[in-house]
Protein backbone atom coordinates (compact mmCIF):
# COMPACT_ATOMS: atom_id res chain seq x y z
CA UNK A 1 0.00 0.00 0.00
CA UNK A 2 2.59 2.28 1.12
CA UNK A 3 4.64 1.59 -1.85
CA UNK A 4 1.80 2.14 -4.18
CA UNK A 5 0.61 5.74 -2.73
CA UNK A 6 4.58 6.80 -3.37
CA UNK A 7 3.90 5.34 -6.87
CA UNK A 8 0.71 7.47 -7.68
CA UNK A 9 2.33 10.57 -5.55
CA UNK A 10 5.39 10.44 -7.86
CA UNK A 11 3.51 10.27 -11.14
CA UNK A 12 0.71 12.97 -10.18
CA UNK A 13 3.41 15.63 -8.70
CA UNK A 14 4.66 16.64 -11.81
CA UNK A 15 1.10 16.75 -13.65
CA UNK A 16 -0.45 19.04 -10.35
CA UNK A 17 2.90 21.68 -10.99
CA UNK A 18 3.12 21.69 -14.47
CA UNK A 19 -0.92 23.20 -14.12
CA UNK A 20 1.25 26.14 -11.92
CA UNK A 21 4.38 26.35 -13.76
CA UNK A 22 4.30 25.00 -17.92
CA UNK A 23 7.37 23.35 -18.94
CA UNK A 24 8.42 23.93 -23.09
CA UNK A 25 6.49 22.14 -25.50
CA UNK A 26 10.16 19.53 -26.00
CA UNK A 27 10.93 20.28 -22.74
CA UNK A 28 14.57 21.49 -23.68
CA UNK A 29 16.95 22.32 -21.03
CA UNK A 30 19.28 24.99 -21.67
CA UNK A 31 22.11 26.22 -20.17
CA UNK A 32 24.70 30.00 -19.46
CA UNK A 33 27.31 30.69 -21.78
CA UNK A 34 30.56 29.56 -20.39
CA UNK A 35 32.63 33.13 -18.93
CA UNK A 36 34.87 34.77 -20.84
CA UNK A 37 38.58 35.94 -19.36
CA UNK A 38 37.27 38.05 -17.06
CA UNK A 39 34.63 35.36 -15.75
CA UNK A 40 31.92 36.94 -16.74
CA UNK A 41 28.41 35.63 -19.10
CA UNK A 42 24.84 36.37 -19.06
CA UNK A 43 22.84 35.48 -16.25
CA UNK A 44 19.54 36.55 -16.10
CA UNK A 45 16.66 39.07 -16.43
CA UNK A 46 14.45 39.62 -13.44
CA UNK A 47 10.73 40.09 -14.32
CA UNK A 48 8.61 41.44 -11.38
CA UNK A 49 4.91 40.78 -12.54
CA UNK A 50 1.27 41.09 -11.20
CA UNK A 51 0.47 37.34 -12.82
CA UNK A 52 3.13 34.68 -12.31
CA UNK A 53 1.99 32.25 -14.22
CA UNK A 54 0.52 34.22 -17.05
CA UNK A 55 3.66 35.54 -17.42
CA UNK A 56 5.39 31.74 -17.38
CA UNK A 57 2.82 30.50 -20.17
CA UNK A 58 3.98 33.20 -22.38
CA UNK A 59 7.98 32.71 -22.25
CA UNK A 60 7.31 28.54 -22.50
CA UNK A 61 5.12 29.60 -25.71
CA UNK A 62 8.43 31.05 -26.92
CA UNK A 63 10.35 28.15 -26.34
CA UNK A 64 11.75 28.08 -22.44
CA UNK A 65 11.76 25.73 -19.61
CA UNK A 66 9.58 26.85 -16.28
CA UNK A 67 10.52 25.56 -12.84
CA UNK A 68 10.32 26.36 -9.21
CA UNK A 69 13.54 27.78 -7.15
CA UNK A 70 12.81 28.19 -3.12
CA UNK A 71 9.75 31.21 -4.21
CA UNK A 72 10.80 31.96 -7.73
CA UNK A 73 10.02 30.95 -10.84
CA UNK A 74 12.62 30.68 -13.54
CA UNK A 75 12.48 30.30 -16.83
CA UNK A 76 15.79 28.73 -18.54
CA UNK A 77 16.54 29.70 -21.95
CA UNK A 78 19.79 29.53 -24.18
CA UNK A 79 22.38 31.42 -22.35
CA UNK A 80 19.75 33.40 -19.96
CA UNK A 81 17.05 32.62 -17.03
CA UNK A 82 14.14 35.03 -16.86
CA UNK A 83 13.41 35.27 -13.41
CA UNK A 84 9.55 35.98 -12.56
CA UNK A 85 8.27 37.49 -9.10
CA UNK A 86 5.24 38.70 -8.00
CA UNK A 87 4.86 41.89 -7.67
CA UNK A 88 3.52 45.57 -8.71
CA UNK A 89 6.29 47.20 -11.04
CA UNK A 90 6.12 51.13 -11.54
CA UNK A 91 5.99 50.48 -15.50
CA UNK A 92 7.55 48.53 -18.15
CA UNK A 93 11.14 48.87 -19.42
CA UNK A 94 10.07 51.78 -22.48
CA UNK A 95 11.11 54.80 -20.66
CA UNK A 96 14.20 53.18 -18.33
CA UNK A 97 17.44 52.97 -19.69
CA UNK A 98 17.25 49.67 -20.84
CA UNK A 99 14.24 50.17 -23.52
CA UNK A 100 13.75 46.35 -24.58
CA UNK A 101 15.50 43.28 -24.32
CA UNK A 102 15.81 40.43 -27.62
CA UNK A 103 16.00 37.02 -29.19
CA UNK A 104 16.44 34.96 -31.70
CA UNK A 105 14.72 32.44 -33.53
CA UNK A 106 15.09 29.83 -36.07
CA UNK A 107 11.50 31.02 -37.63
CA UNK A 108 8.52 33.43 -36.63
CA UNK A 109 6.22 31.63 -38.39
CA UNK A 110 6.78 28.86 -35.77
CA UNK A 111 5.47 31.38 -32.77
CA UNK A 112 2.54 32.39 -34.78
CA UNK A 113 1.66 28.77 -35.18
CA UNK A 114 2.00 28.58 -31.70
CA UNK A 115 -0.71 31.62 -31.01
CA UNK A 116 1.77 33.78 -30.54
CA UNK A 117 0.57 37.64 -31.77
CA UNK A 118 3.49 39.37 -33.08
CA UNK A 119 3.91 42.67 -34.84
CA UNK A 120 6.17 42.58 -37.97
CA UNK A 121 8.93 45.27 -38.67
CA UNK A 122 7.55 45.28 -42.34
CA UNK A 123 9.71 45.09 -45.64
CA UNK A 124 12.66 47.09 -45.02
CA UNK A 125 13.66 45.06 -41.98
CA UNK A 126 12.41 41.37 -42.67
CA UNK A 127 12.76 39.00 -39.99
CA UNK A 128 12.01 40.94 -37.90
CA UNK A 129 9.21 41.42 -34.87
CA UNK A 130 8.21 42.68 -31.91
CA UNK A 131 6.10 40.44 -29.05
CA UNK A 132 4.49 41.44 -25.68
CA UNK A 133 4.31 39.70 -22.74
CA UNK A 134 0.53 39.77 -21.20
CA UNK A 135 1.33 42.79 -19.10
CA UNK A 136 2.96 44.60 -22.12
CA UNK A 137 6.38 44.30 -21.93
CA UNK A 138 8.18 45.04 -25.25
CA UNK A 139 10.27 41.55 -26.59
CA UNK A 140 11.94 41.66 -29.55
CA UNK A 141 12.44 38.51 -31.90
CA UNK A 142 14.74 38.02 -35.13
CA UNK A 143 14.62 35.11 -37.02
CA UNK A 144 17.58 33.63 -39.17
CA UNK A 145 16.33 35.41 -42.32
CA UNK A 146 17.23 38.50 -40.32
CA UNK A 147 19.79 40.52 -41.52
CA UNK A 148 20.97 43.19 -38.74
CA UNK A 149 21.92 40.51 -36.25
CA UNK A 150 25.44 40.06 -36.86
CA UNK A 151 28.05 40.97 -34.96
CA UNK A 152 31.45 42.64 -36.18
CA UNK A 153 34.38 43.53 -33.29
CA UNK A 154 36.39 46.80 -33.80
CA UNK A 155 39.19 47.14 -35.80
CA UNK A 156 42.21 44.73 -34.52
CA UNK A 157 39.80 42.58 -32.07
CA UNK A 158 38.79 39.10 -32.46
CA UNK A 159 36.35 36.98 -30.47
CA UNK A 160 35.15 33.19 -31.50
CA UNK A 161 32.41 33.74 -29.06
CA UNK A 162 30.91 36.95 -30.65
CA UNK A 163 30.77 34.70 -34.25
CA UNK A 164 27.39 32.65 -32.60
CA UNK A 165 25.56 36.20 -33.71
CA UNK A 166 27.07 35.54 -37.58
CA UNK A 167 25.39 32.33 -38.13
CA UNK A 168 21.82 30.91 -37.84
CA UNK A 169 20.58 29.74 -34.52
CA UNK A 170 19.10 26.40 -34.02
CA UNK A 171 17.74 26.36 -30.72
CA UNK A 172 14.22 27.00 -29.85
CA UNK A 173 15.25 30.16 -28.88
CA UNK A 174 18.69 32.24 -28.01
CA UNK A 175 19.23 35.23 -26.12
CA UNK A 176 20.67 37.99 -28.65
CA UNK A 177 20.79 41.57 -26.87
CA UNK A 178 19.64 43.89 -24.34
CA UNK A 179 19.31 47.81 -25.66
CA UNK A 180 20.52 50.90 -23.79
CA UNK A 181 18.96 54.18 -24.49
CA UNK A 182 21.49 57.21 -23.00
CA UNK A 183 21.51 60.37 -23.23
CA UNK A 184 23.55 61.42 -26.70
CA UNK A 185 26.68 60.27 -28.55
CA UNK A 186 29.43 60.99 -25.84
CA UNK A 187 27.48 58.82 -23.77
CA UNK A 188 26.99 56.01 -26.28
CA UNK A 189 31.21 55.97 -26.23
CA UNK A 190 31.20 56.32 -22.71
CA UNK A 191 29.15 53.34 -22.07
CA UNK A 192 30.57 50.94 -24.91
CA UNK A 193 33.94 51.86 -23.16
CA UNK A 194 32.60 51.64 -19.65
CA UNK A 195 30.87 47.71 -20.13
CA UNK A 196 33.95 46.68 -22.15
CA UNK A 197 36.17 47.42 -19.29
CA UNK A 198 33.73 46.49 -16.50
CA UNK A 199 32.83 43.07 -17.87
CA UNK A 200 35.95 42.04 -20.39
CA UNK A 201 33.43 42.23 -23.65
CA UNK A 202 34.42 42.53 -26.90
CA UNK A 203 33.20 46.25 -28.28
CA UNK A 204 32.36 45.78 -31.91
CA UNK A 205 28.94 47.19 -34.15
CA UNK A 206 25.67 45.46 -34.57
CA UNK A 207 24.18 46.47 -37.35
CA UNK A 208 24.57 50.31 -36.74
CA UNK A 209 24.89 50.37 -33.28
CA UNK A 210 27.97 50.79 -31.00
CA UNK A 211 27.63 47.75 -28.97
CA UNK A 212 29.95 45.06 -26.57
CA UNK A 213 29.41 41.53 -26.57
CA UNK A 214 29.59 39.39 -24.04
CA UNK A 215 29.37 36.07 -23.65
CA UNK A 216 25.55 35.07 -23.88
CA UNK A 217 24.45 38.72 -24.63
CA UNK A 218 25.41 41.44 -27.04
CA UNK A 219 24.81 45.08 -25.50
CA UNK A 220 23.45 47.94 -27.75
CA UNK A 221 23.75 51.36 -27.11
CA UNK A 222 21.34 53.94 -29.12
CA UNK A 223 20.35 57.65 -27.93
CA UNK A 224 17.74 57.95 -26.10
CA UNK A 225 14.41 60.18 -27.69
CA UNK A 226 13.46 61.21 -24.42
CA UNK A 227 15.22 61.46 -21.00
CA UNK A 228 14.94 57.61 -19.35
CA UNK A 229 14.02 56.17 -15.64
CA UNK A 230 16.83 54.07 -13.81
CA UNK A 231 15.39 50.14 -13.80
CA UNK A 232 15.07 49.49 -10.54
CA UNK A 233 11.84 49.59 -9.85
CA UNK A 234 10.50 48.76 -13.68
CA UNK A 235 9.15 45.22 -14.95
CA UNK A 236 12.29 44.61 -15.82
CA UNK A 237 13.85 45.32 -12.30
CA UNK A 238 17.67 44.33 -13.03
CA UNK A 239 19.79 42.57 -14.95
CA UNK A 240 21.69 39.70 -13.94
CA UNK A 241 25.89 38.94 -15.05
CA UNK A 242 26.88 35.40 -13.49
CA UNK A 243 30.65 35.83 -12.56
CA UNK A 244 33.34 33.08 -12.06
CA UNK A 245 35.26 33.90 -8.64
CA UNK A 246 32.83 36.66 -8.07
CA UNK A 247 34.39 37.18 -4.61
CA UNK A 248 37.42 38.55 -6.57
CA UNK A 249 35.95 40.21 -9.00
CA UNK A 250 34.04 42.72 -6.50
CA UNK A 251 37.29 43.59 -5.30
CA UNK A 252 38.42 44.28 -8.56
CA UNK A 253 35.56 46.58 -9.36
CA UNK A 254 35.95 48.07 -6.10
CA UNK A 255 39.72 49.01 -7.06
CA UNK A 256 38.17 50.41 -10.32
CA UNK A 257 36.37 52.87 -7.60
CA UNK A 258 33.01 51.34 -8.87
CA UNK A 259 30.63 51.62 -5.81
CA UNK A 260 28.53 48.35 -5.03
CA UNK A 261 24.94 49.34 -3.86
CA UNK A 262 25.27 45.78 -2.33
CA UNK A 263 28.38 43.97 -1.28
CA UNK A 264 29.28 40.39 -1.75
CA UNK A 265 27.54 38.07 0.21
CA UNK A 266 25.86 34.42 0.27
CA UNK A 267 22.23 34.39 -0.11
CA UNK A 268 19.66 31.98 1.80
CA UNK A 269 20.31 29.38 -1.02
CA UNK A 270 24.17 29.85 -0.65
CA UNK A 271 24.48 31.24 -3.82
CA UNK A 272 26.79 34.66 -4.45
CA UNK A 273 25.34 37.97 -5.14
CA UNK A 274 26.97 41.63 -5.43
CA UNK A 275 24.80 44.55 -6.75
CA UNK A 276 26.26 47.57 -8.80
CA UNK A 277 24.20 50.17 -10.67
CA UNK A 278 25.77 51.70 -13.95
CA UNK A 279 26.75 55.23 -14.51
CA UNK A 280 23.32 55.53 -16.46
CA UNK A 281 20.82 53.93 -14.35
CA UNK A 282 21.31 50.22 -15.21
CA UNK A 283 20.79 48.04 -11.98
CA UNK A 284 23.23 44.73 -12.40
CA UNK A 285 23.05 42.01 -9.93
CA UNK A 286 26.49 39.75 -10.06
CA UNK A 287 25.91 36.42 -9.48
CA UNK A 288 27.67 33.00 -8.67
CA UNK A 289 26.06 29.48 -8.71
CA UNK A 290 23.09 30.24 -11.00
CA UNK A 291 25.14 28.27 -14.21
CA UNK A 292 24.04 25.31 -11.50
CA UNK A 293 20.33 25.84 -11.50
Not at 20 to 33: M, N
Not at 49 to 77: E, P
Not at 255 to 260: C, R
Not at 276 to 282: H, S, V
Request: glycine content about 10%; hydrophobic content about 40%; some cysteine.
Amino acid sequence: MKNALIGLLLFLCPILFSGLVPTSADGAQSALAAPNRAGVAMGHYHFYVRDVAANARFWTTLGGTASKNGTMTIVKLTDVIVVLTEGQPSGVSEGSVVNHVAFRVPALATLEAAGLKLERAGPDLPGIATTRTPEGERIELFENAATNVTFTPDPGLTDPVAERHNRPTTVAIASHHFHLYVPDEAAIAKAKAWYAKTFGGTPGKRWHYDAVDLPGININFGVAPRPTQPTKGRMLDHIGLEVTGLVEFTKKLESMGIALDVRYHKNADGLGEARLTDPWGTSIELTEGWRGL
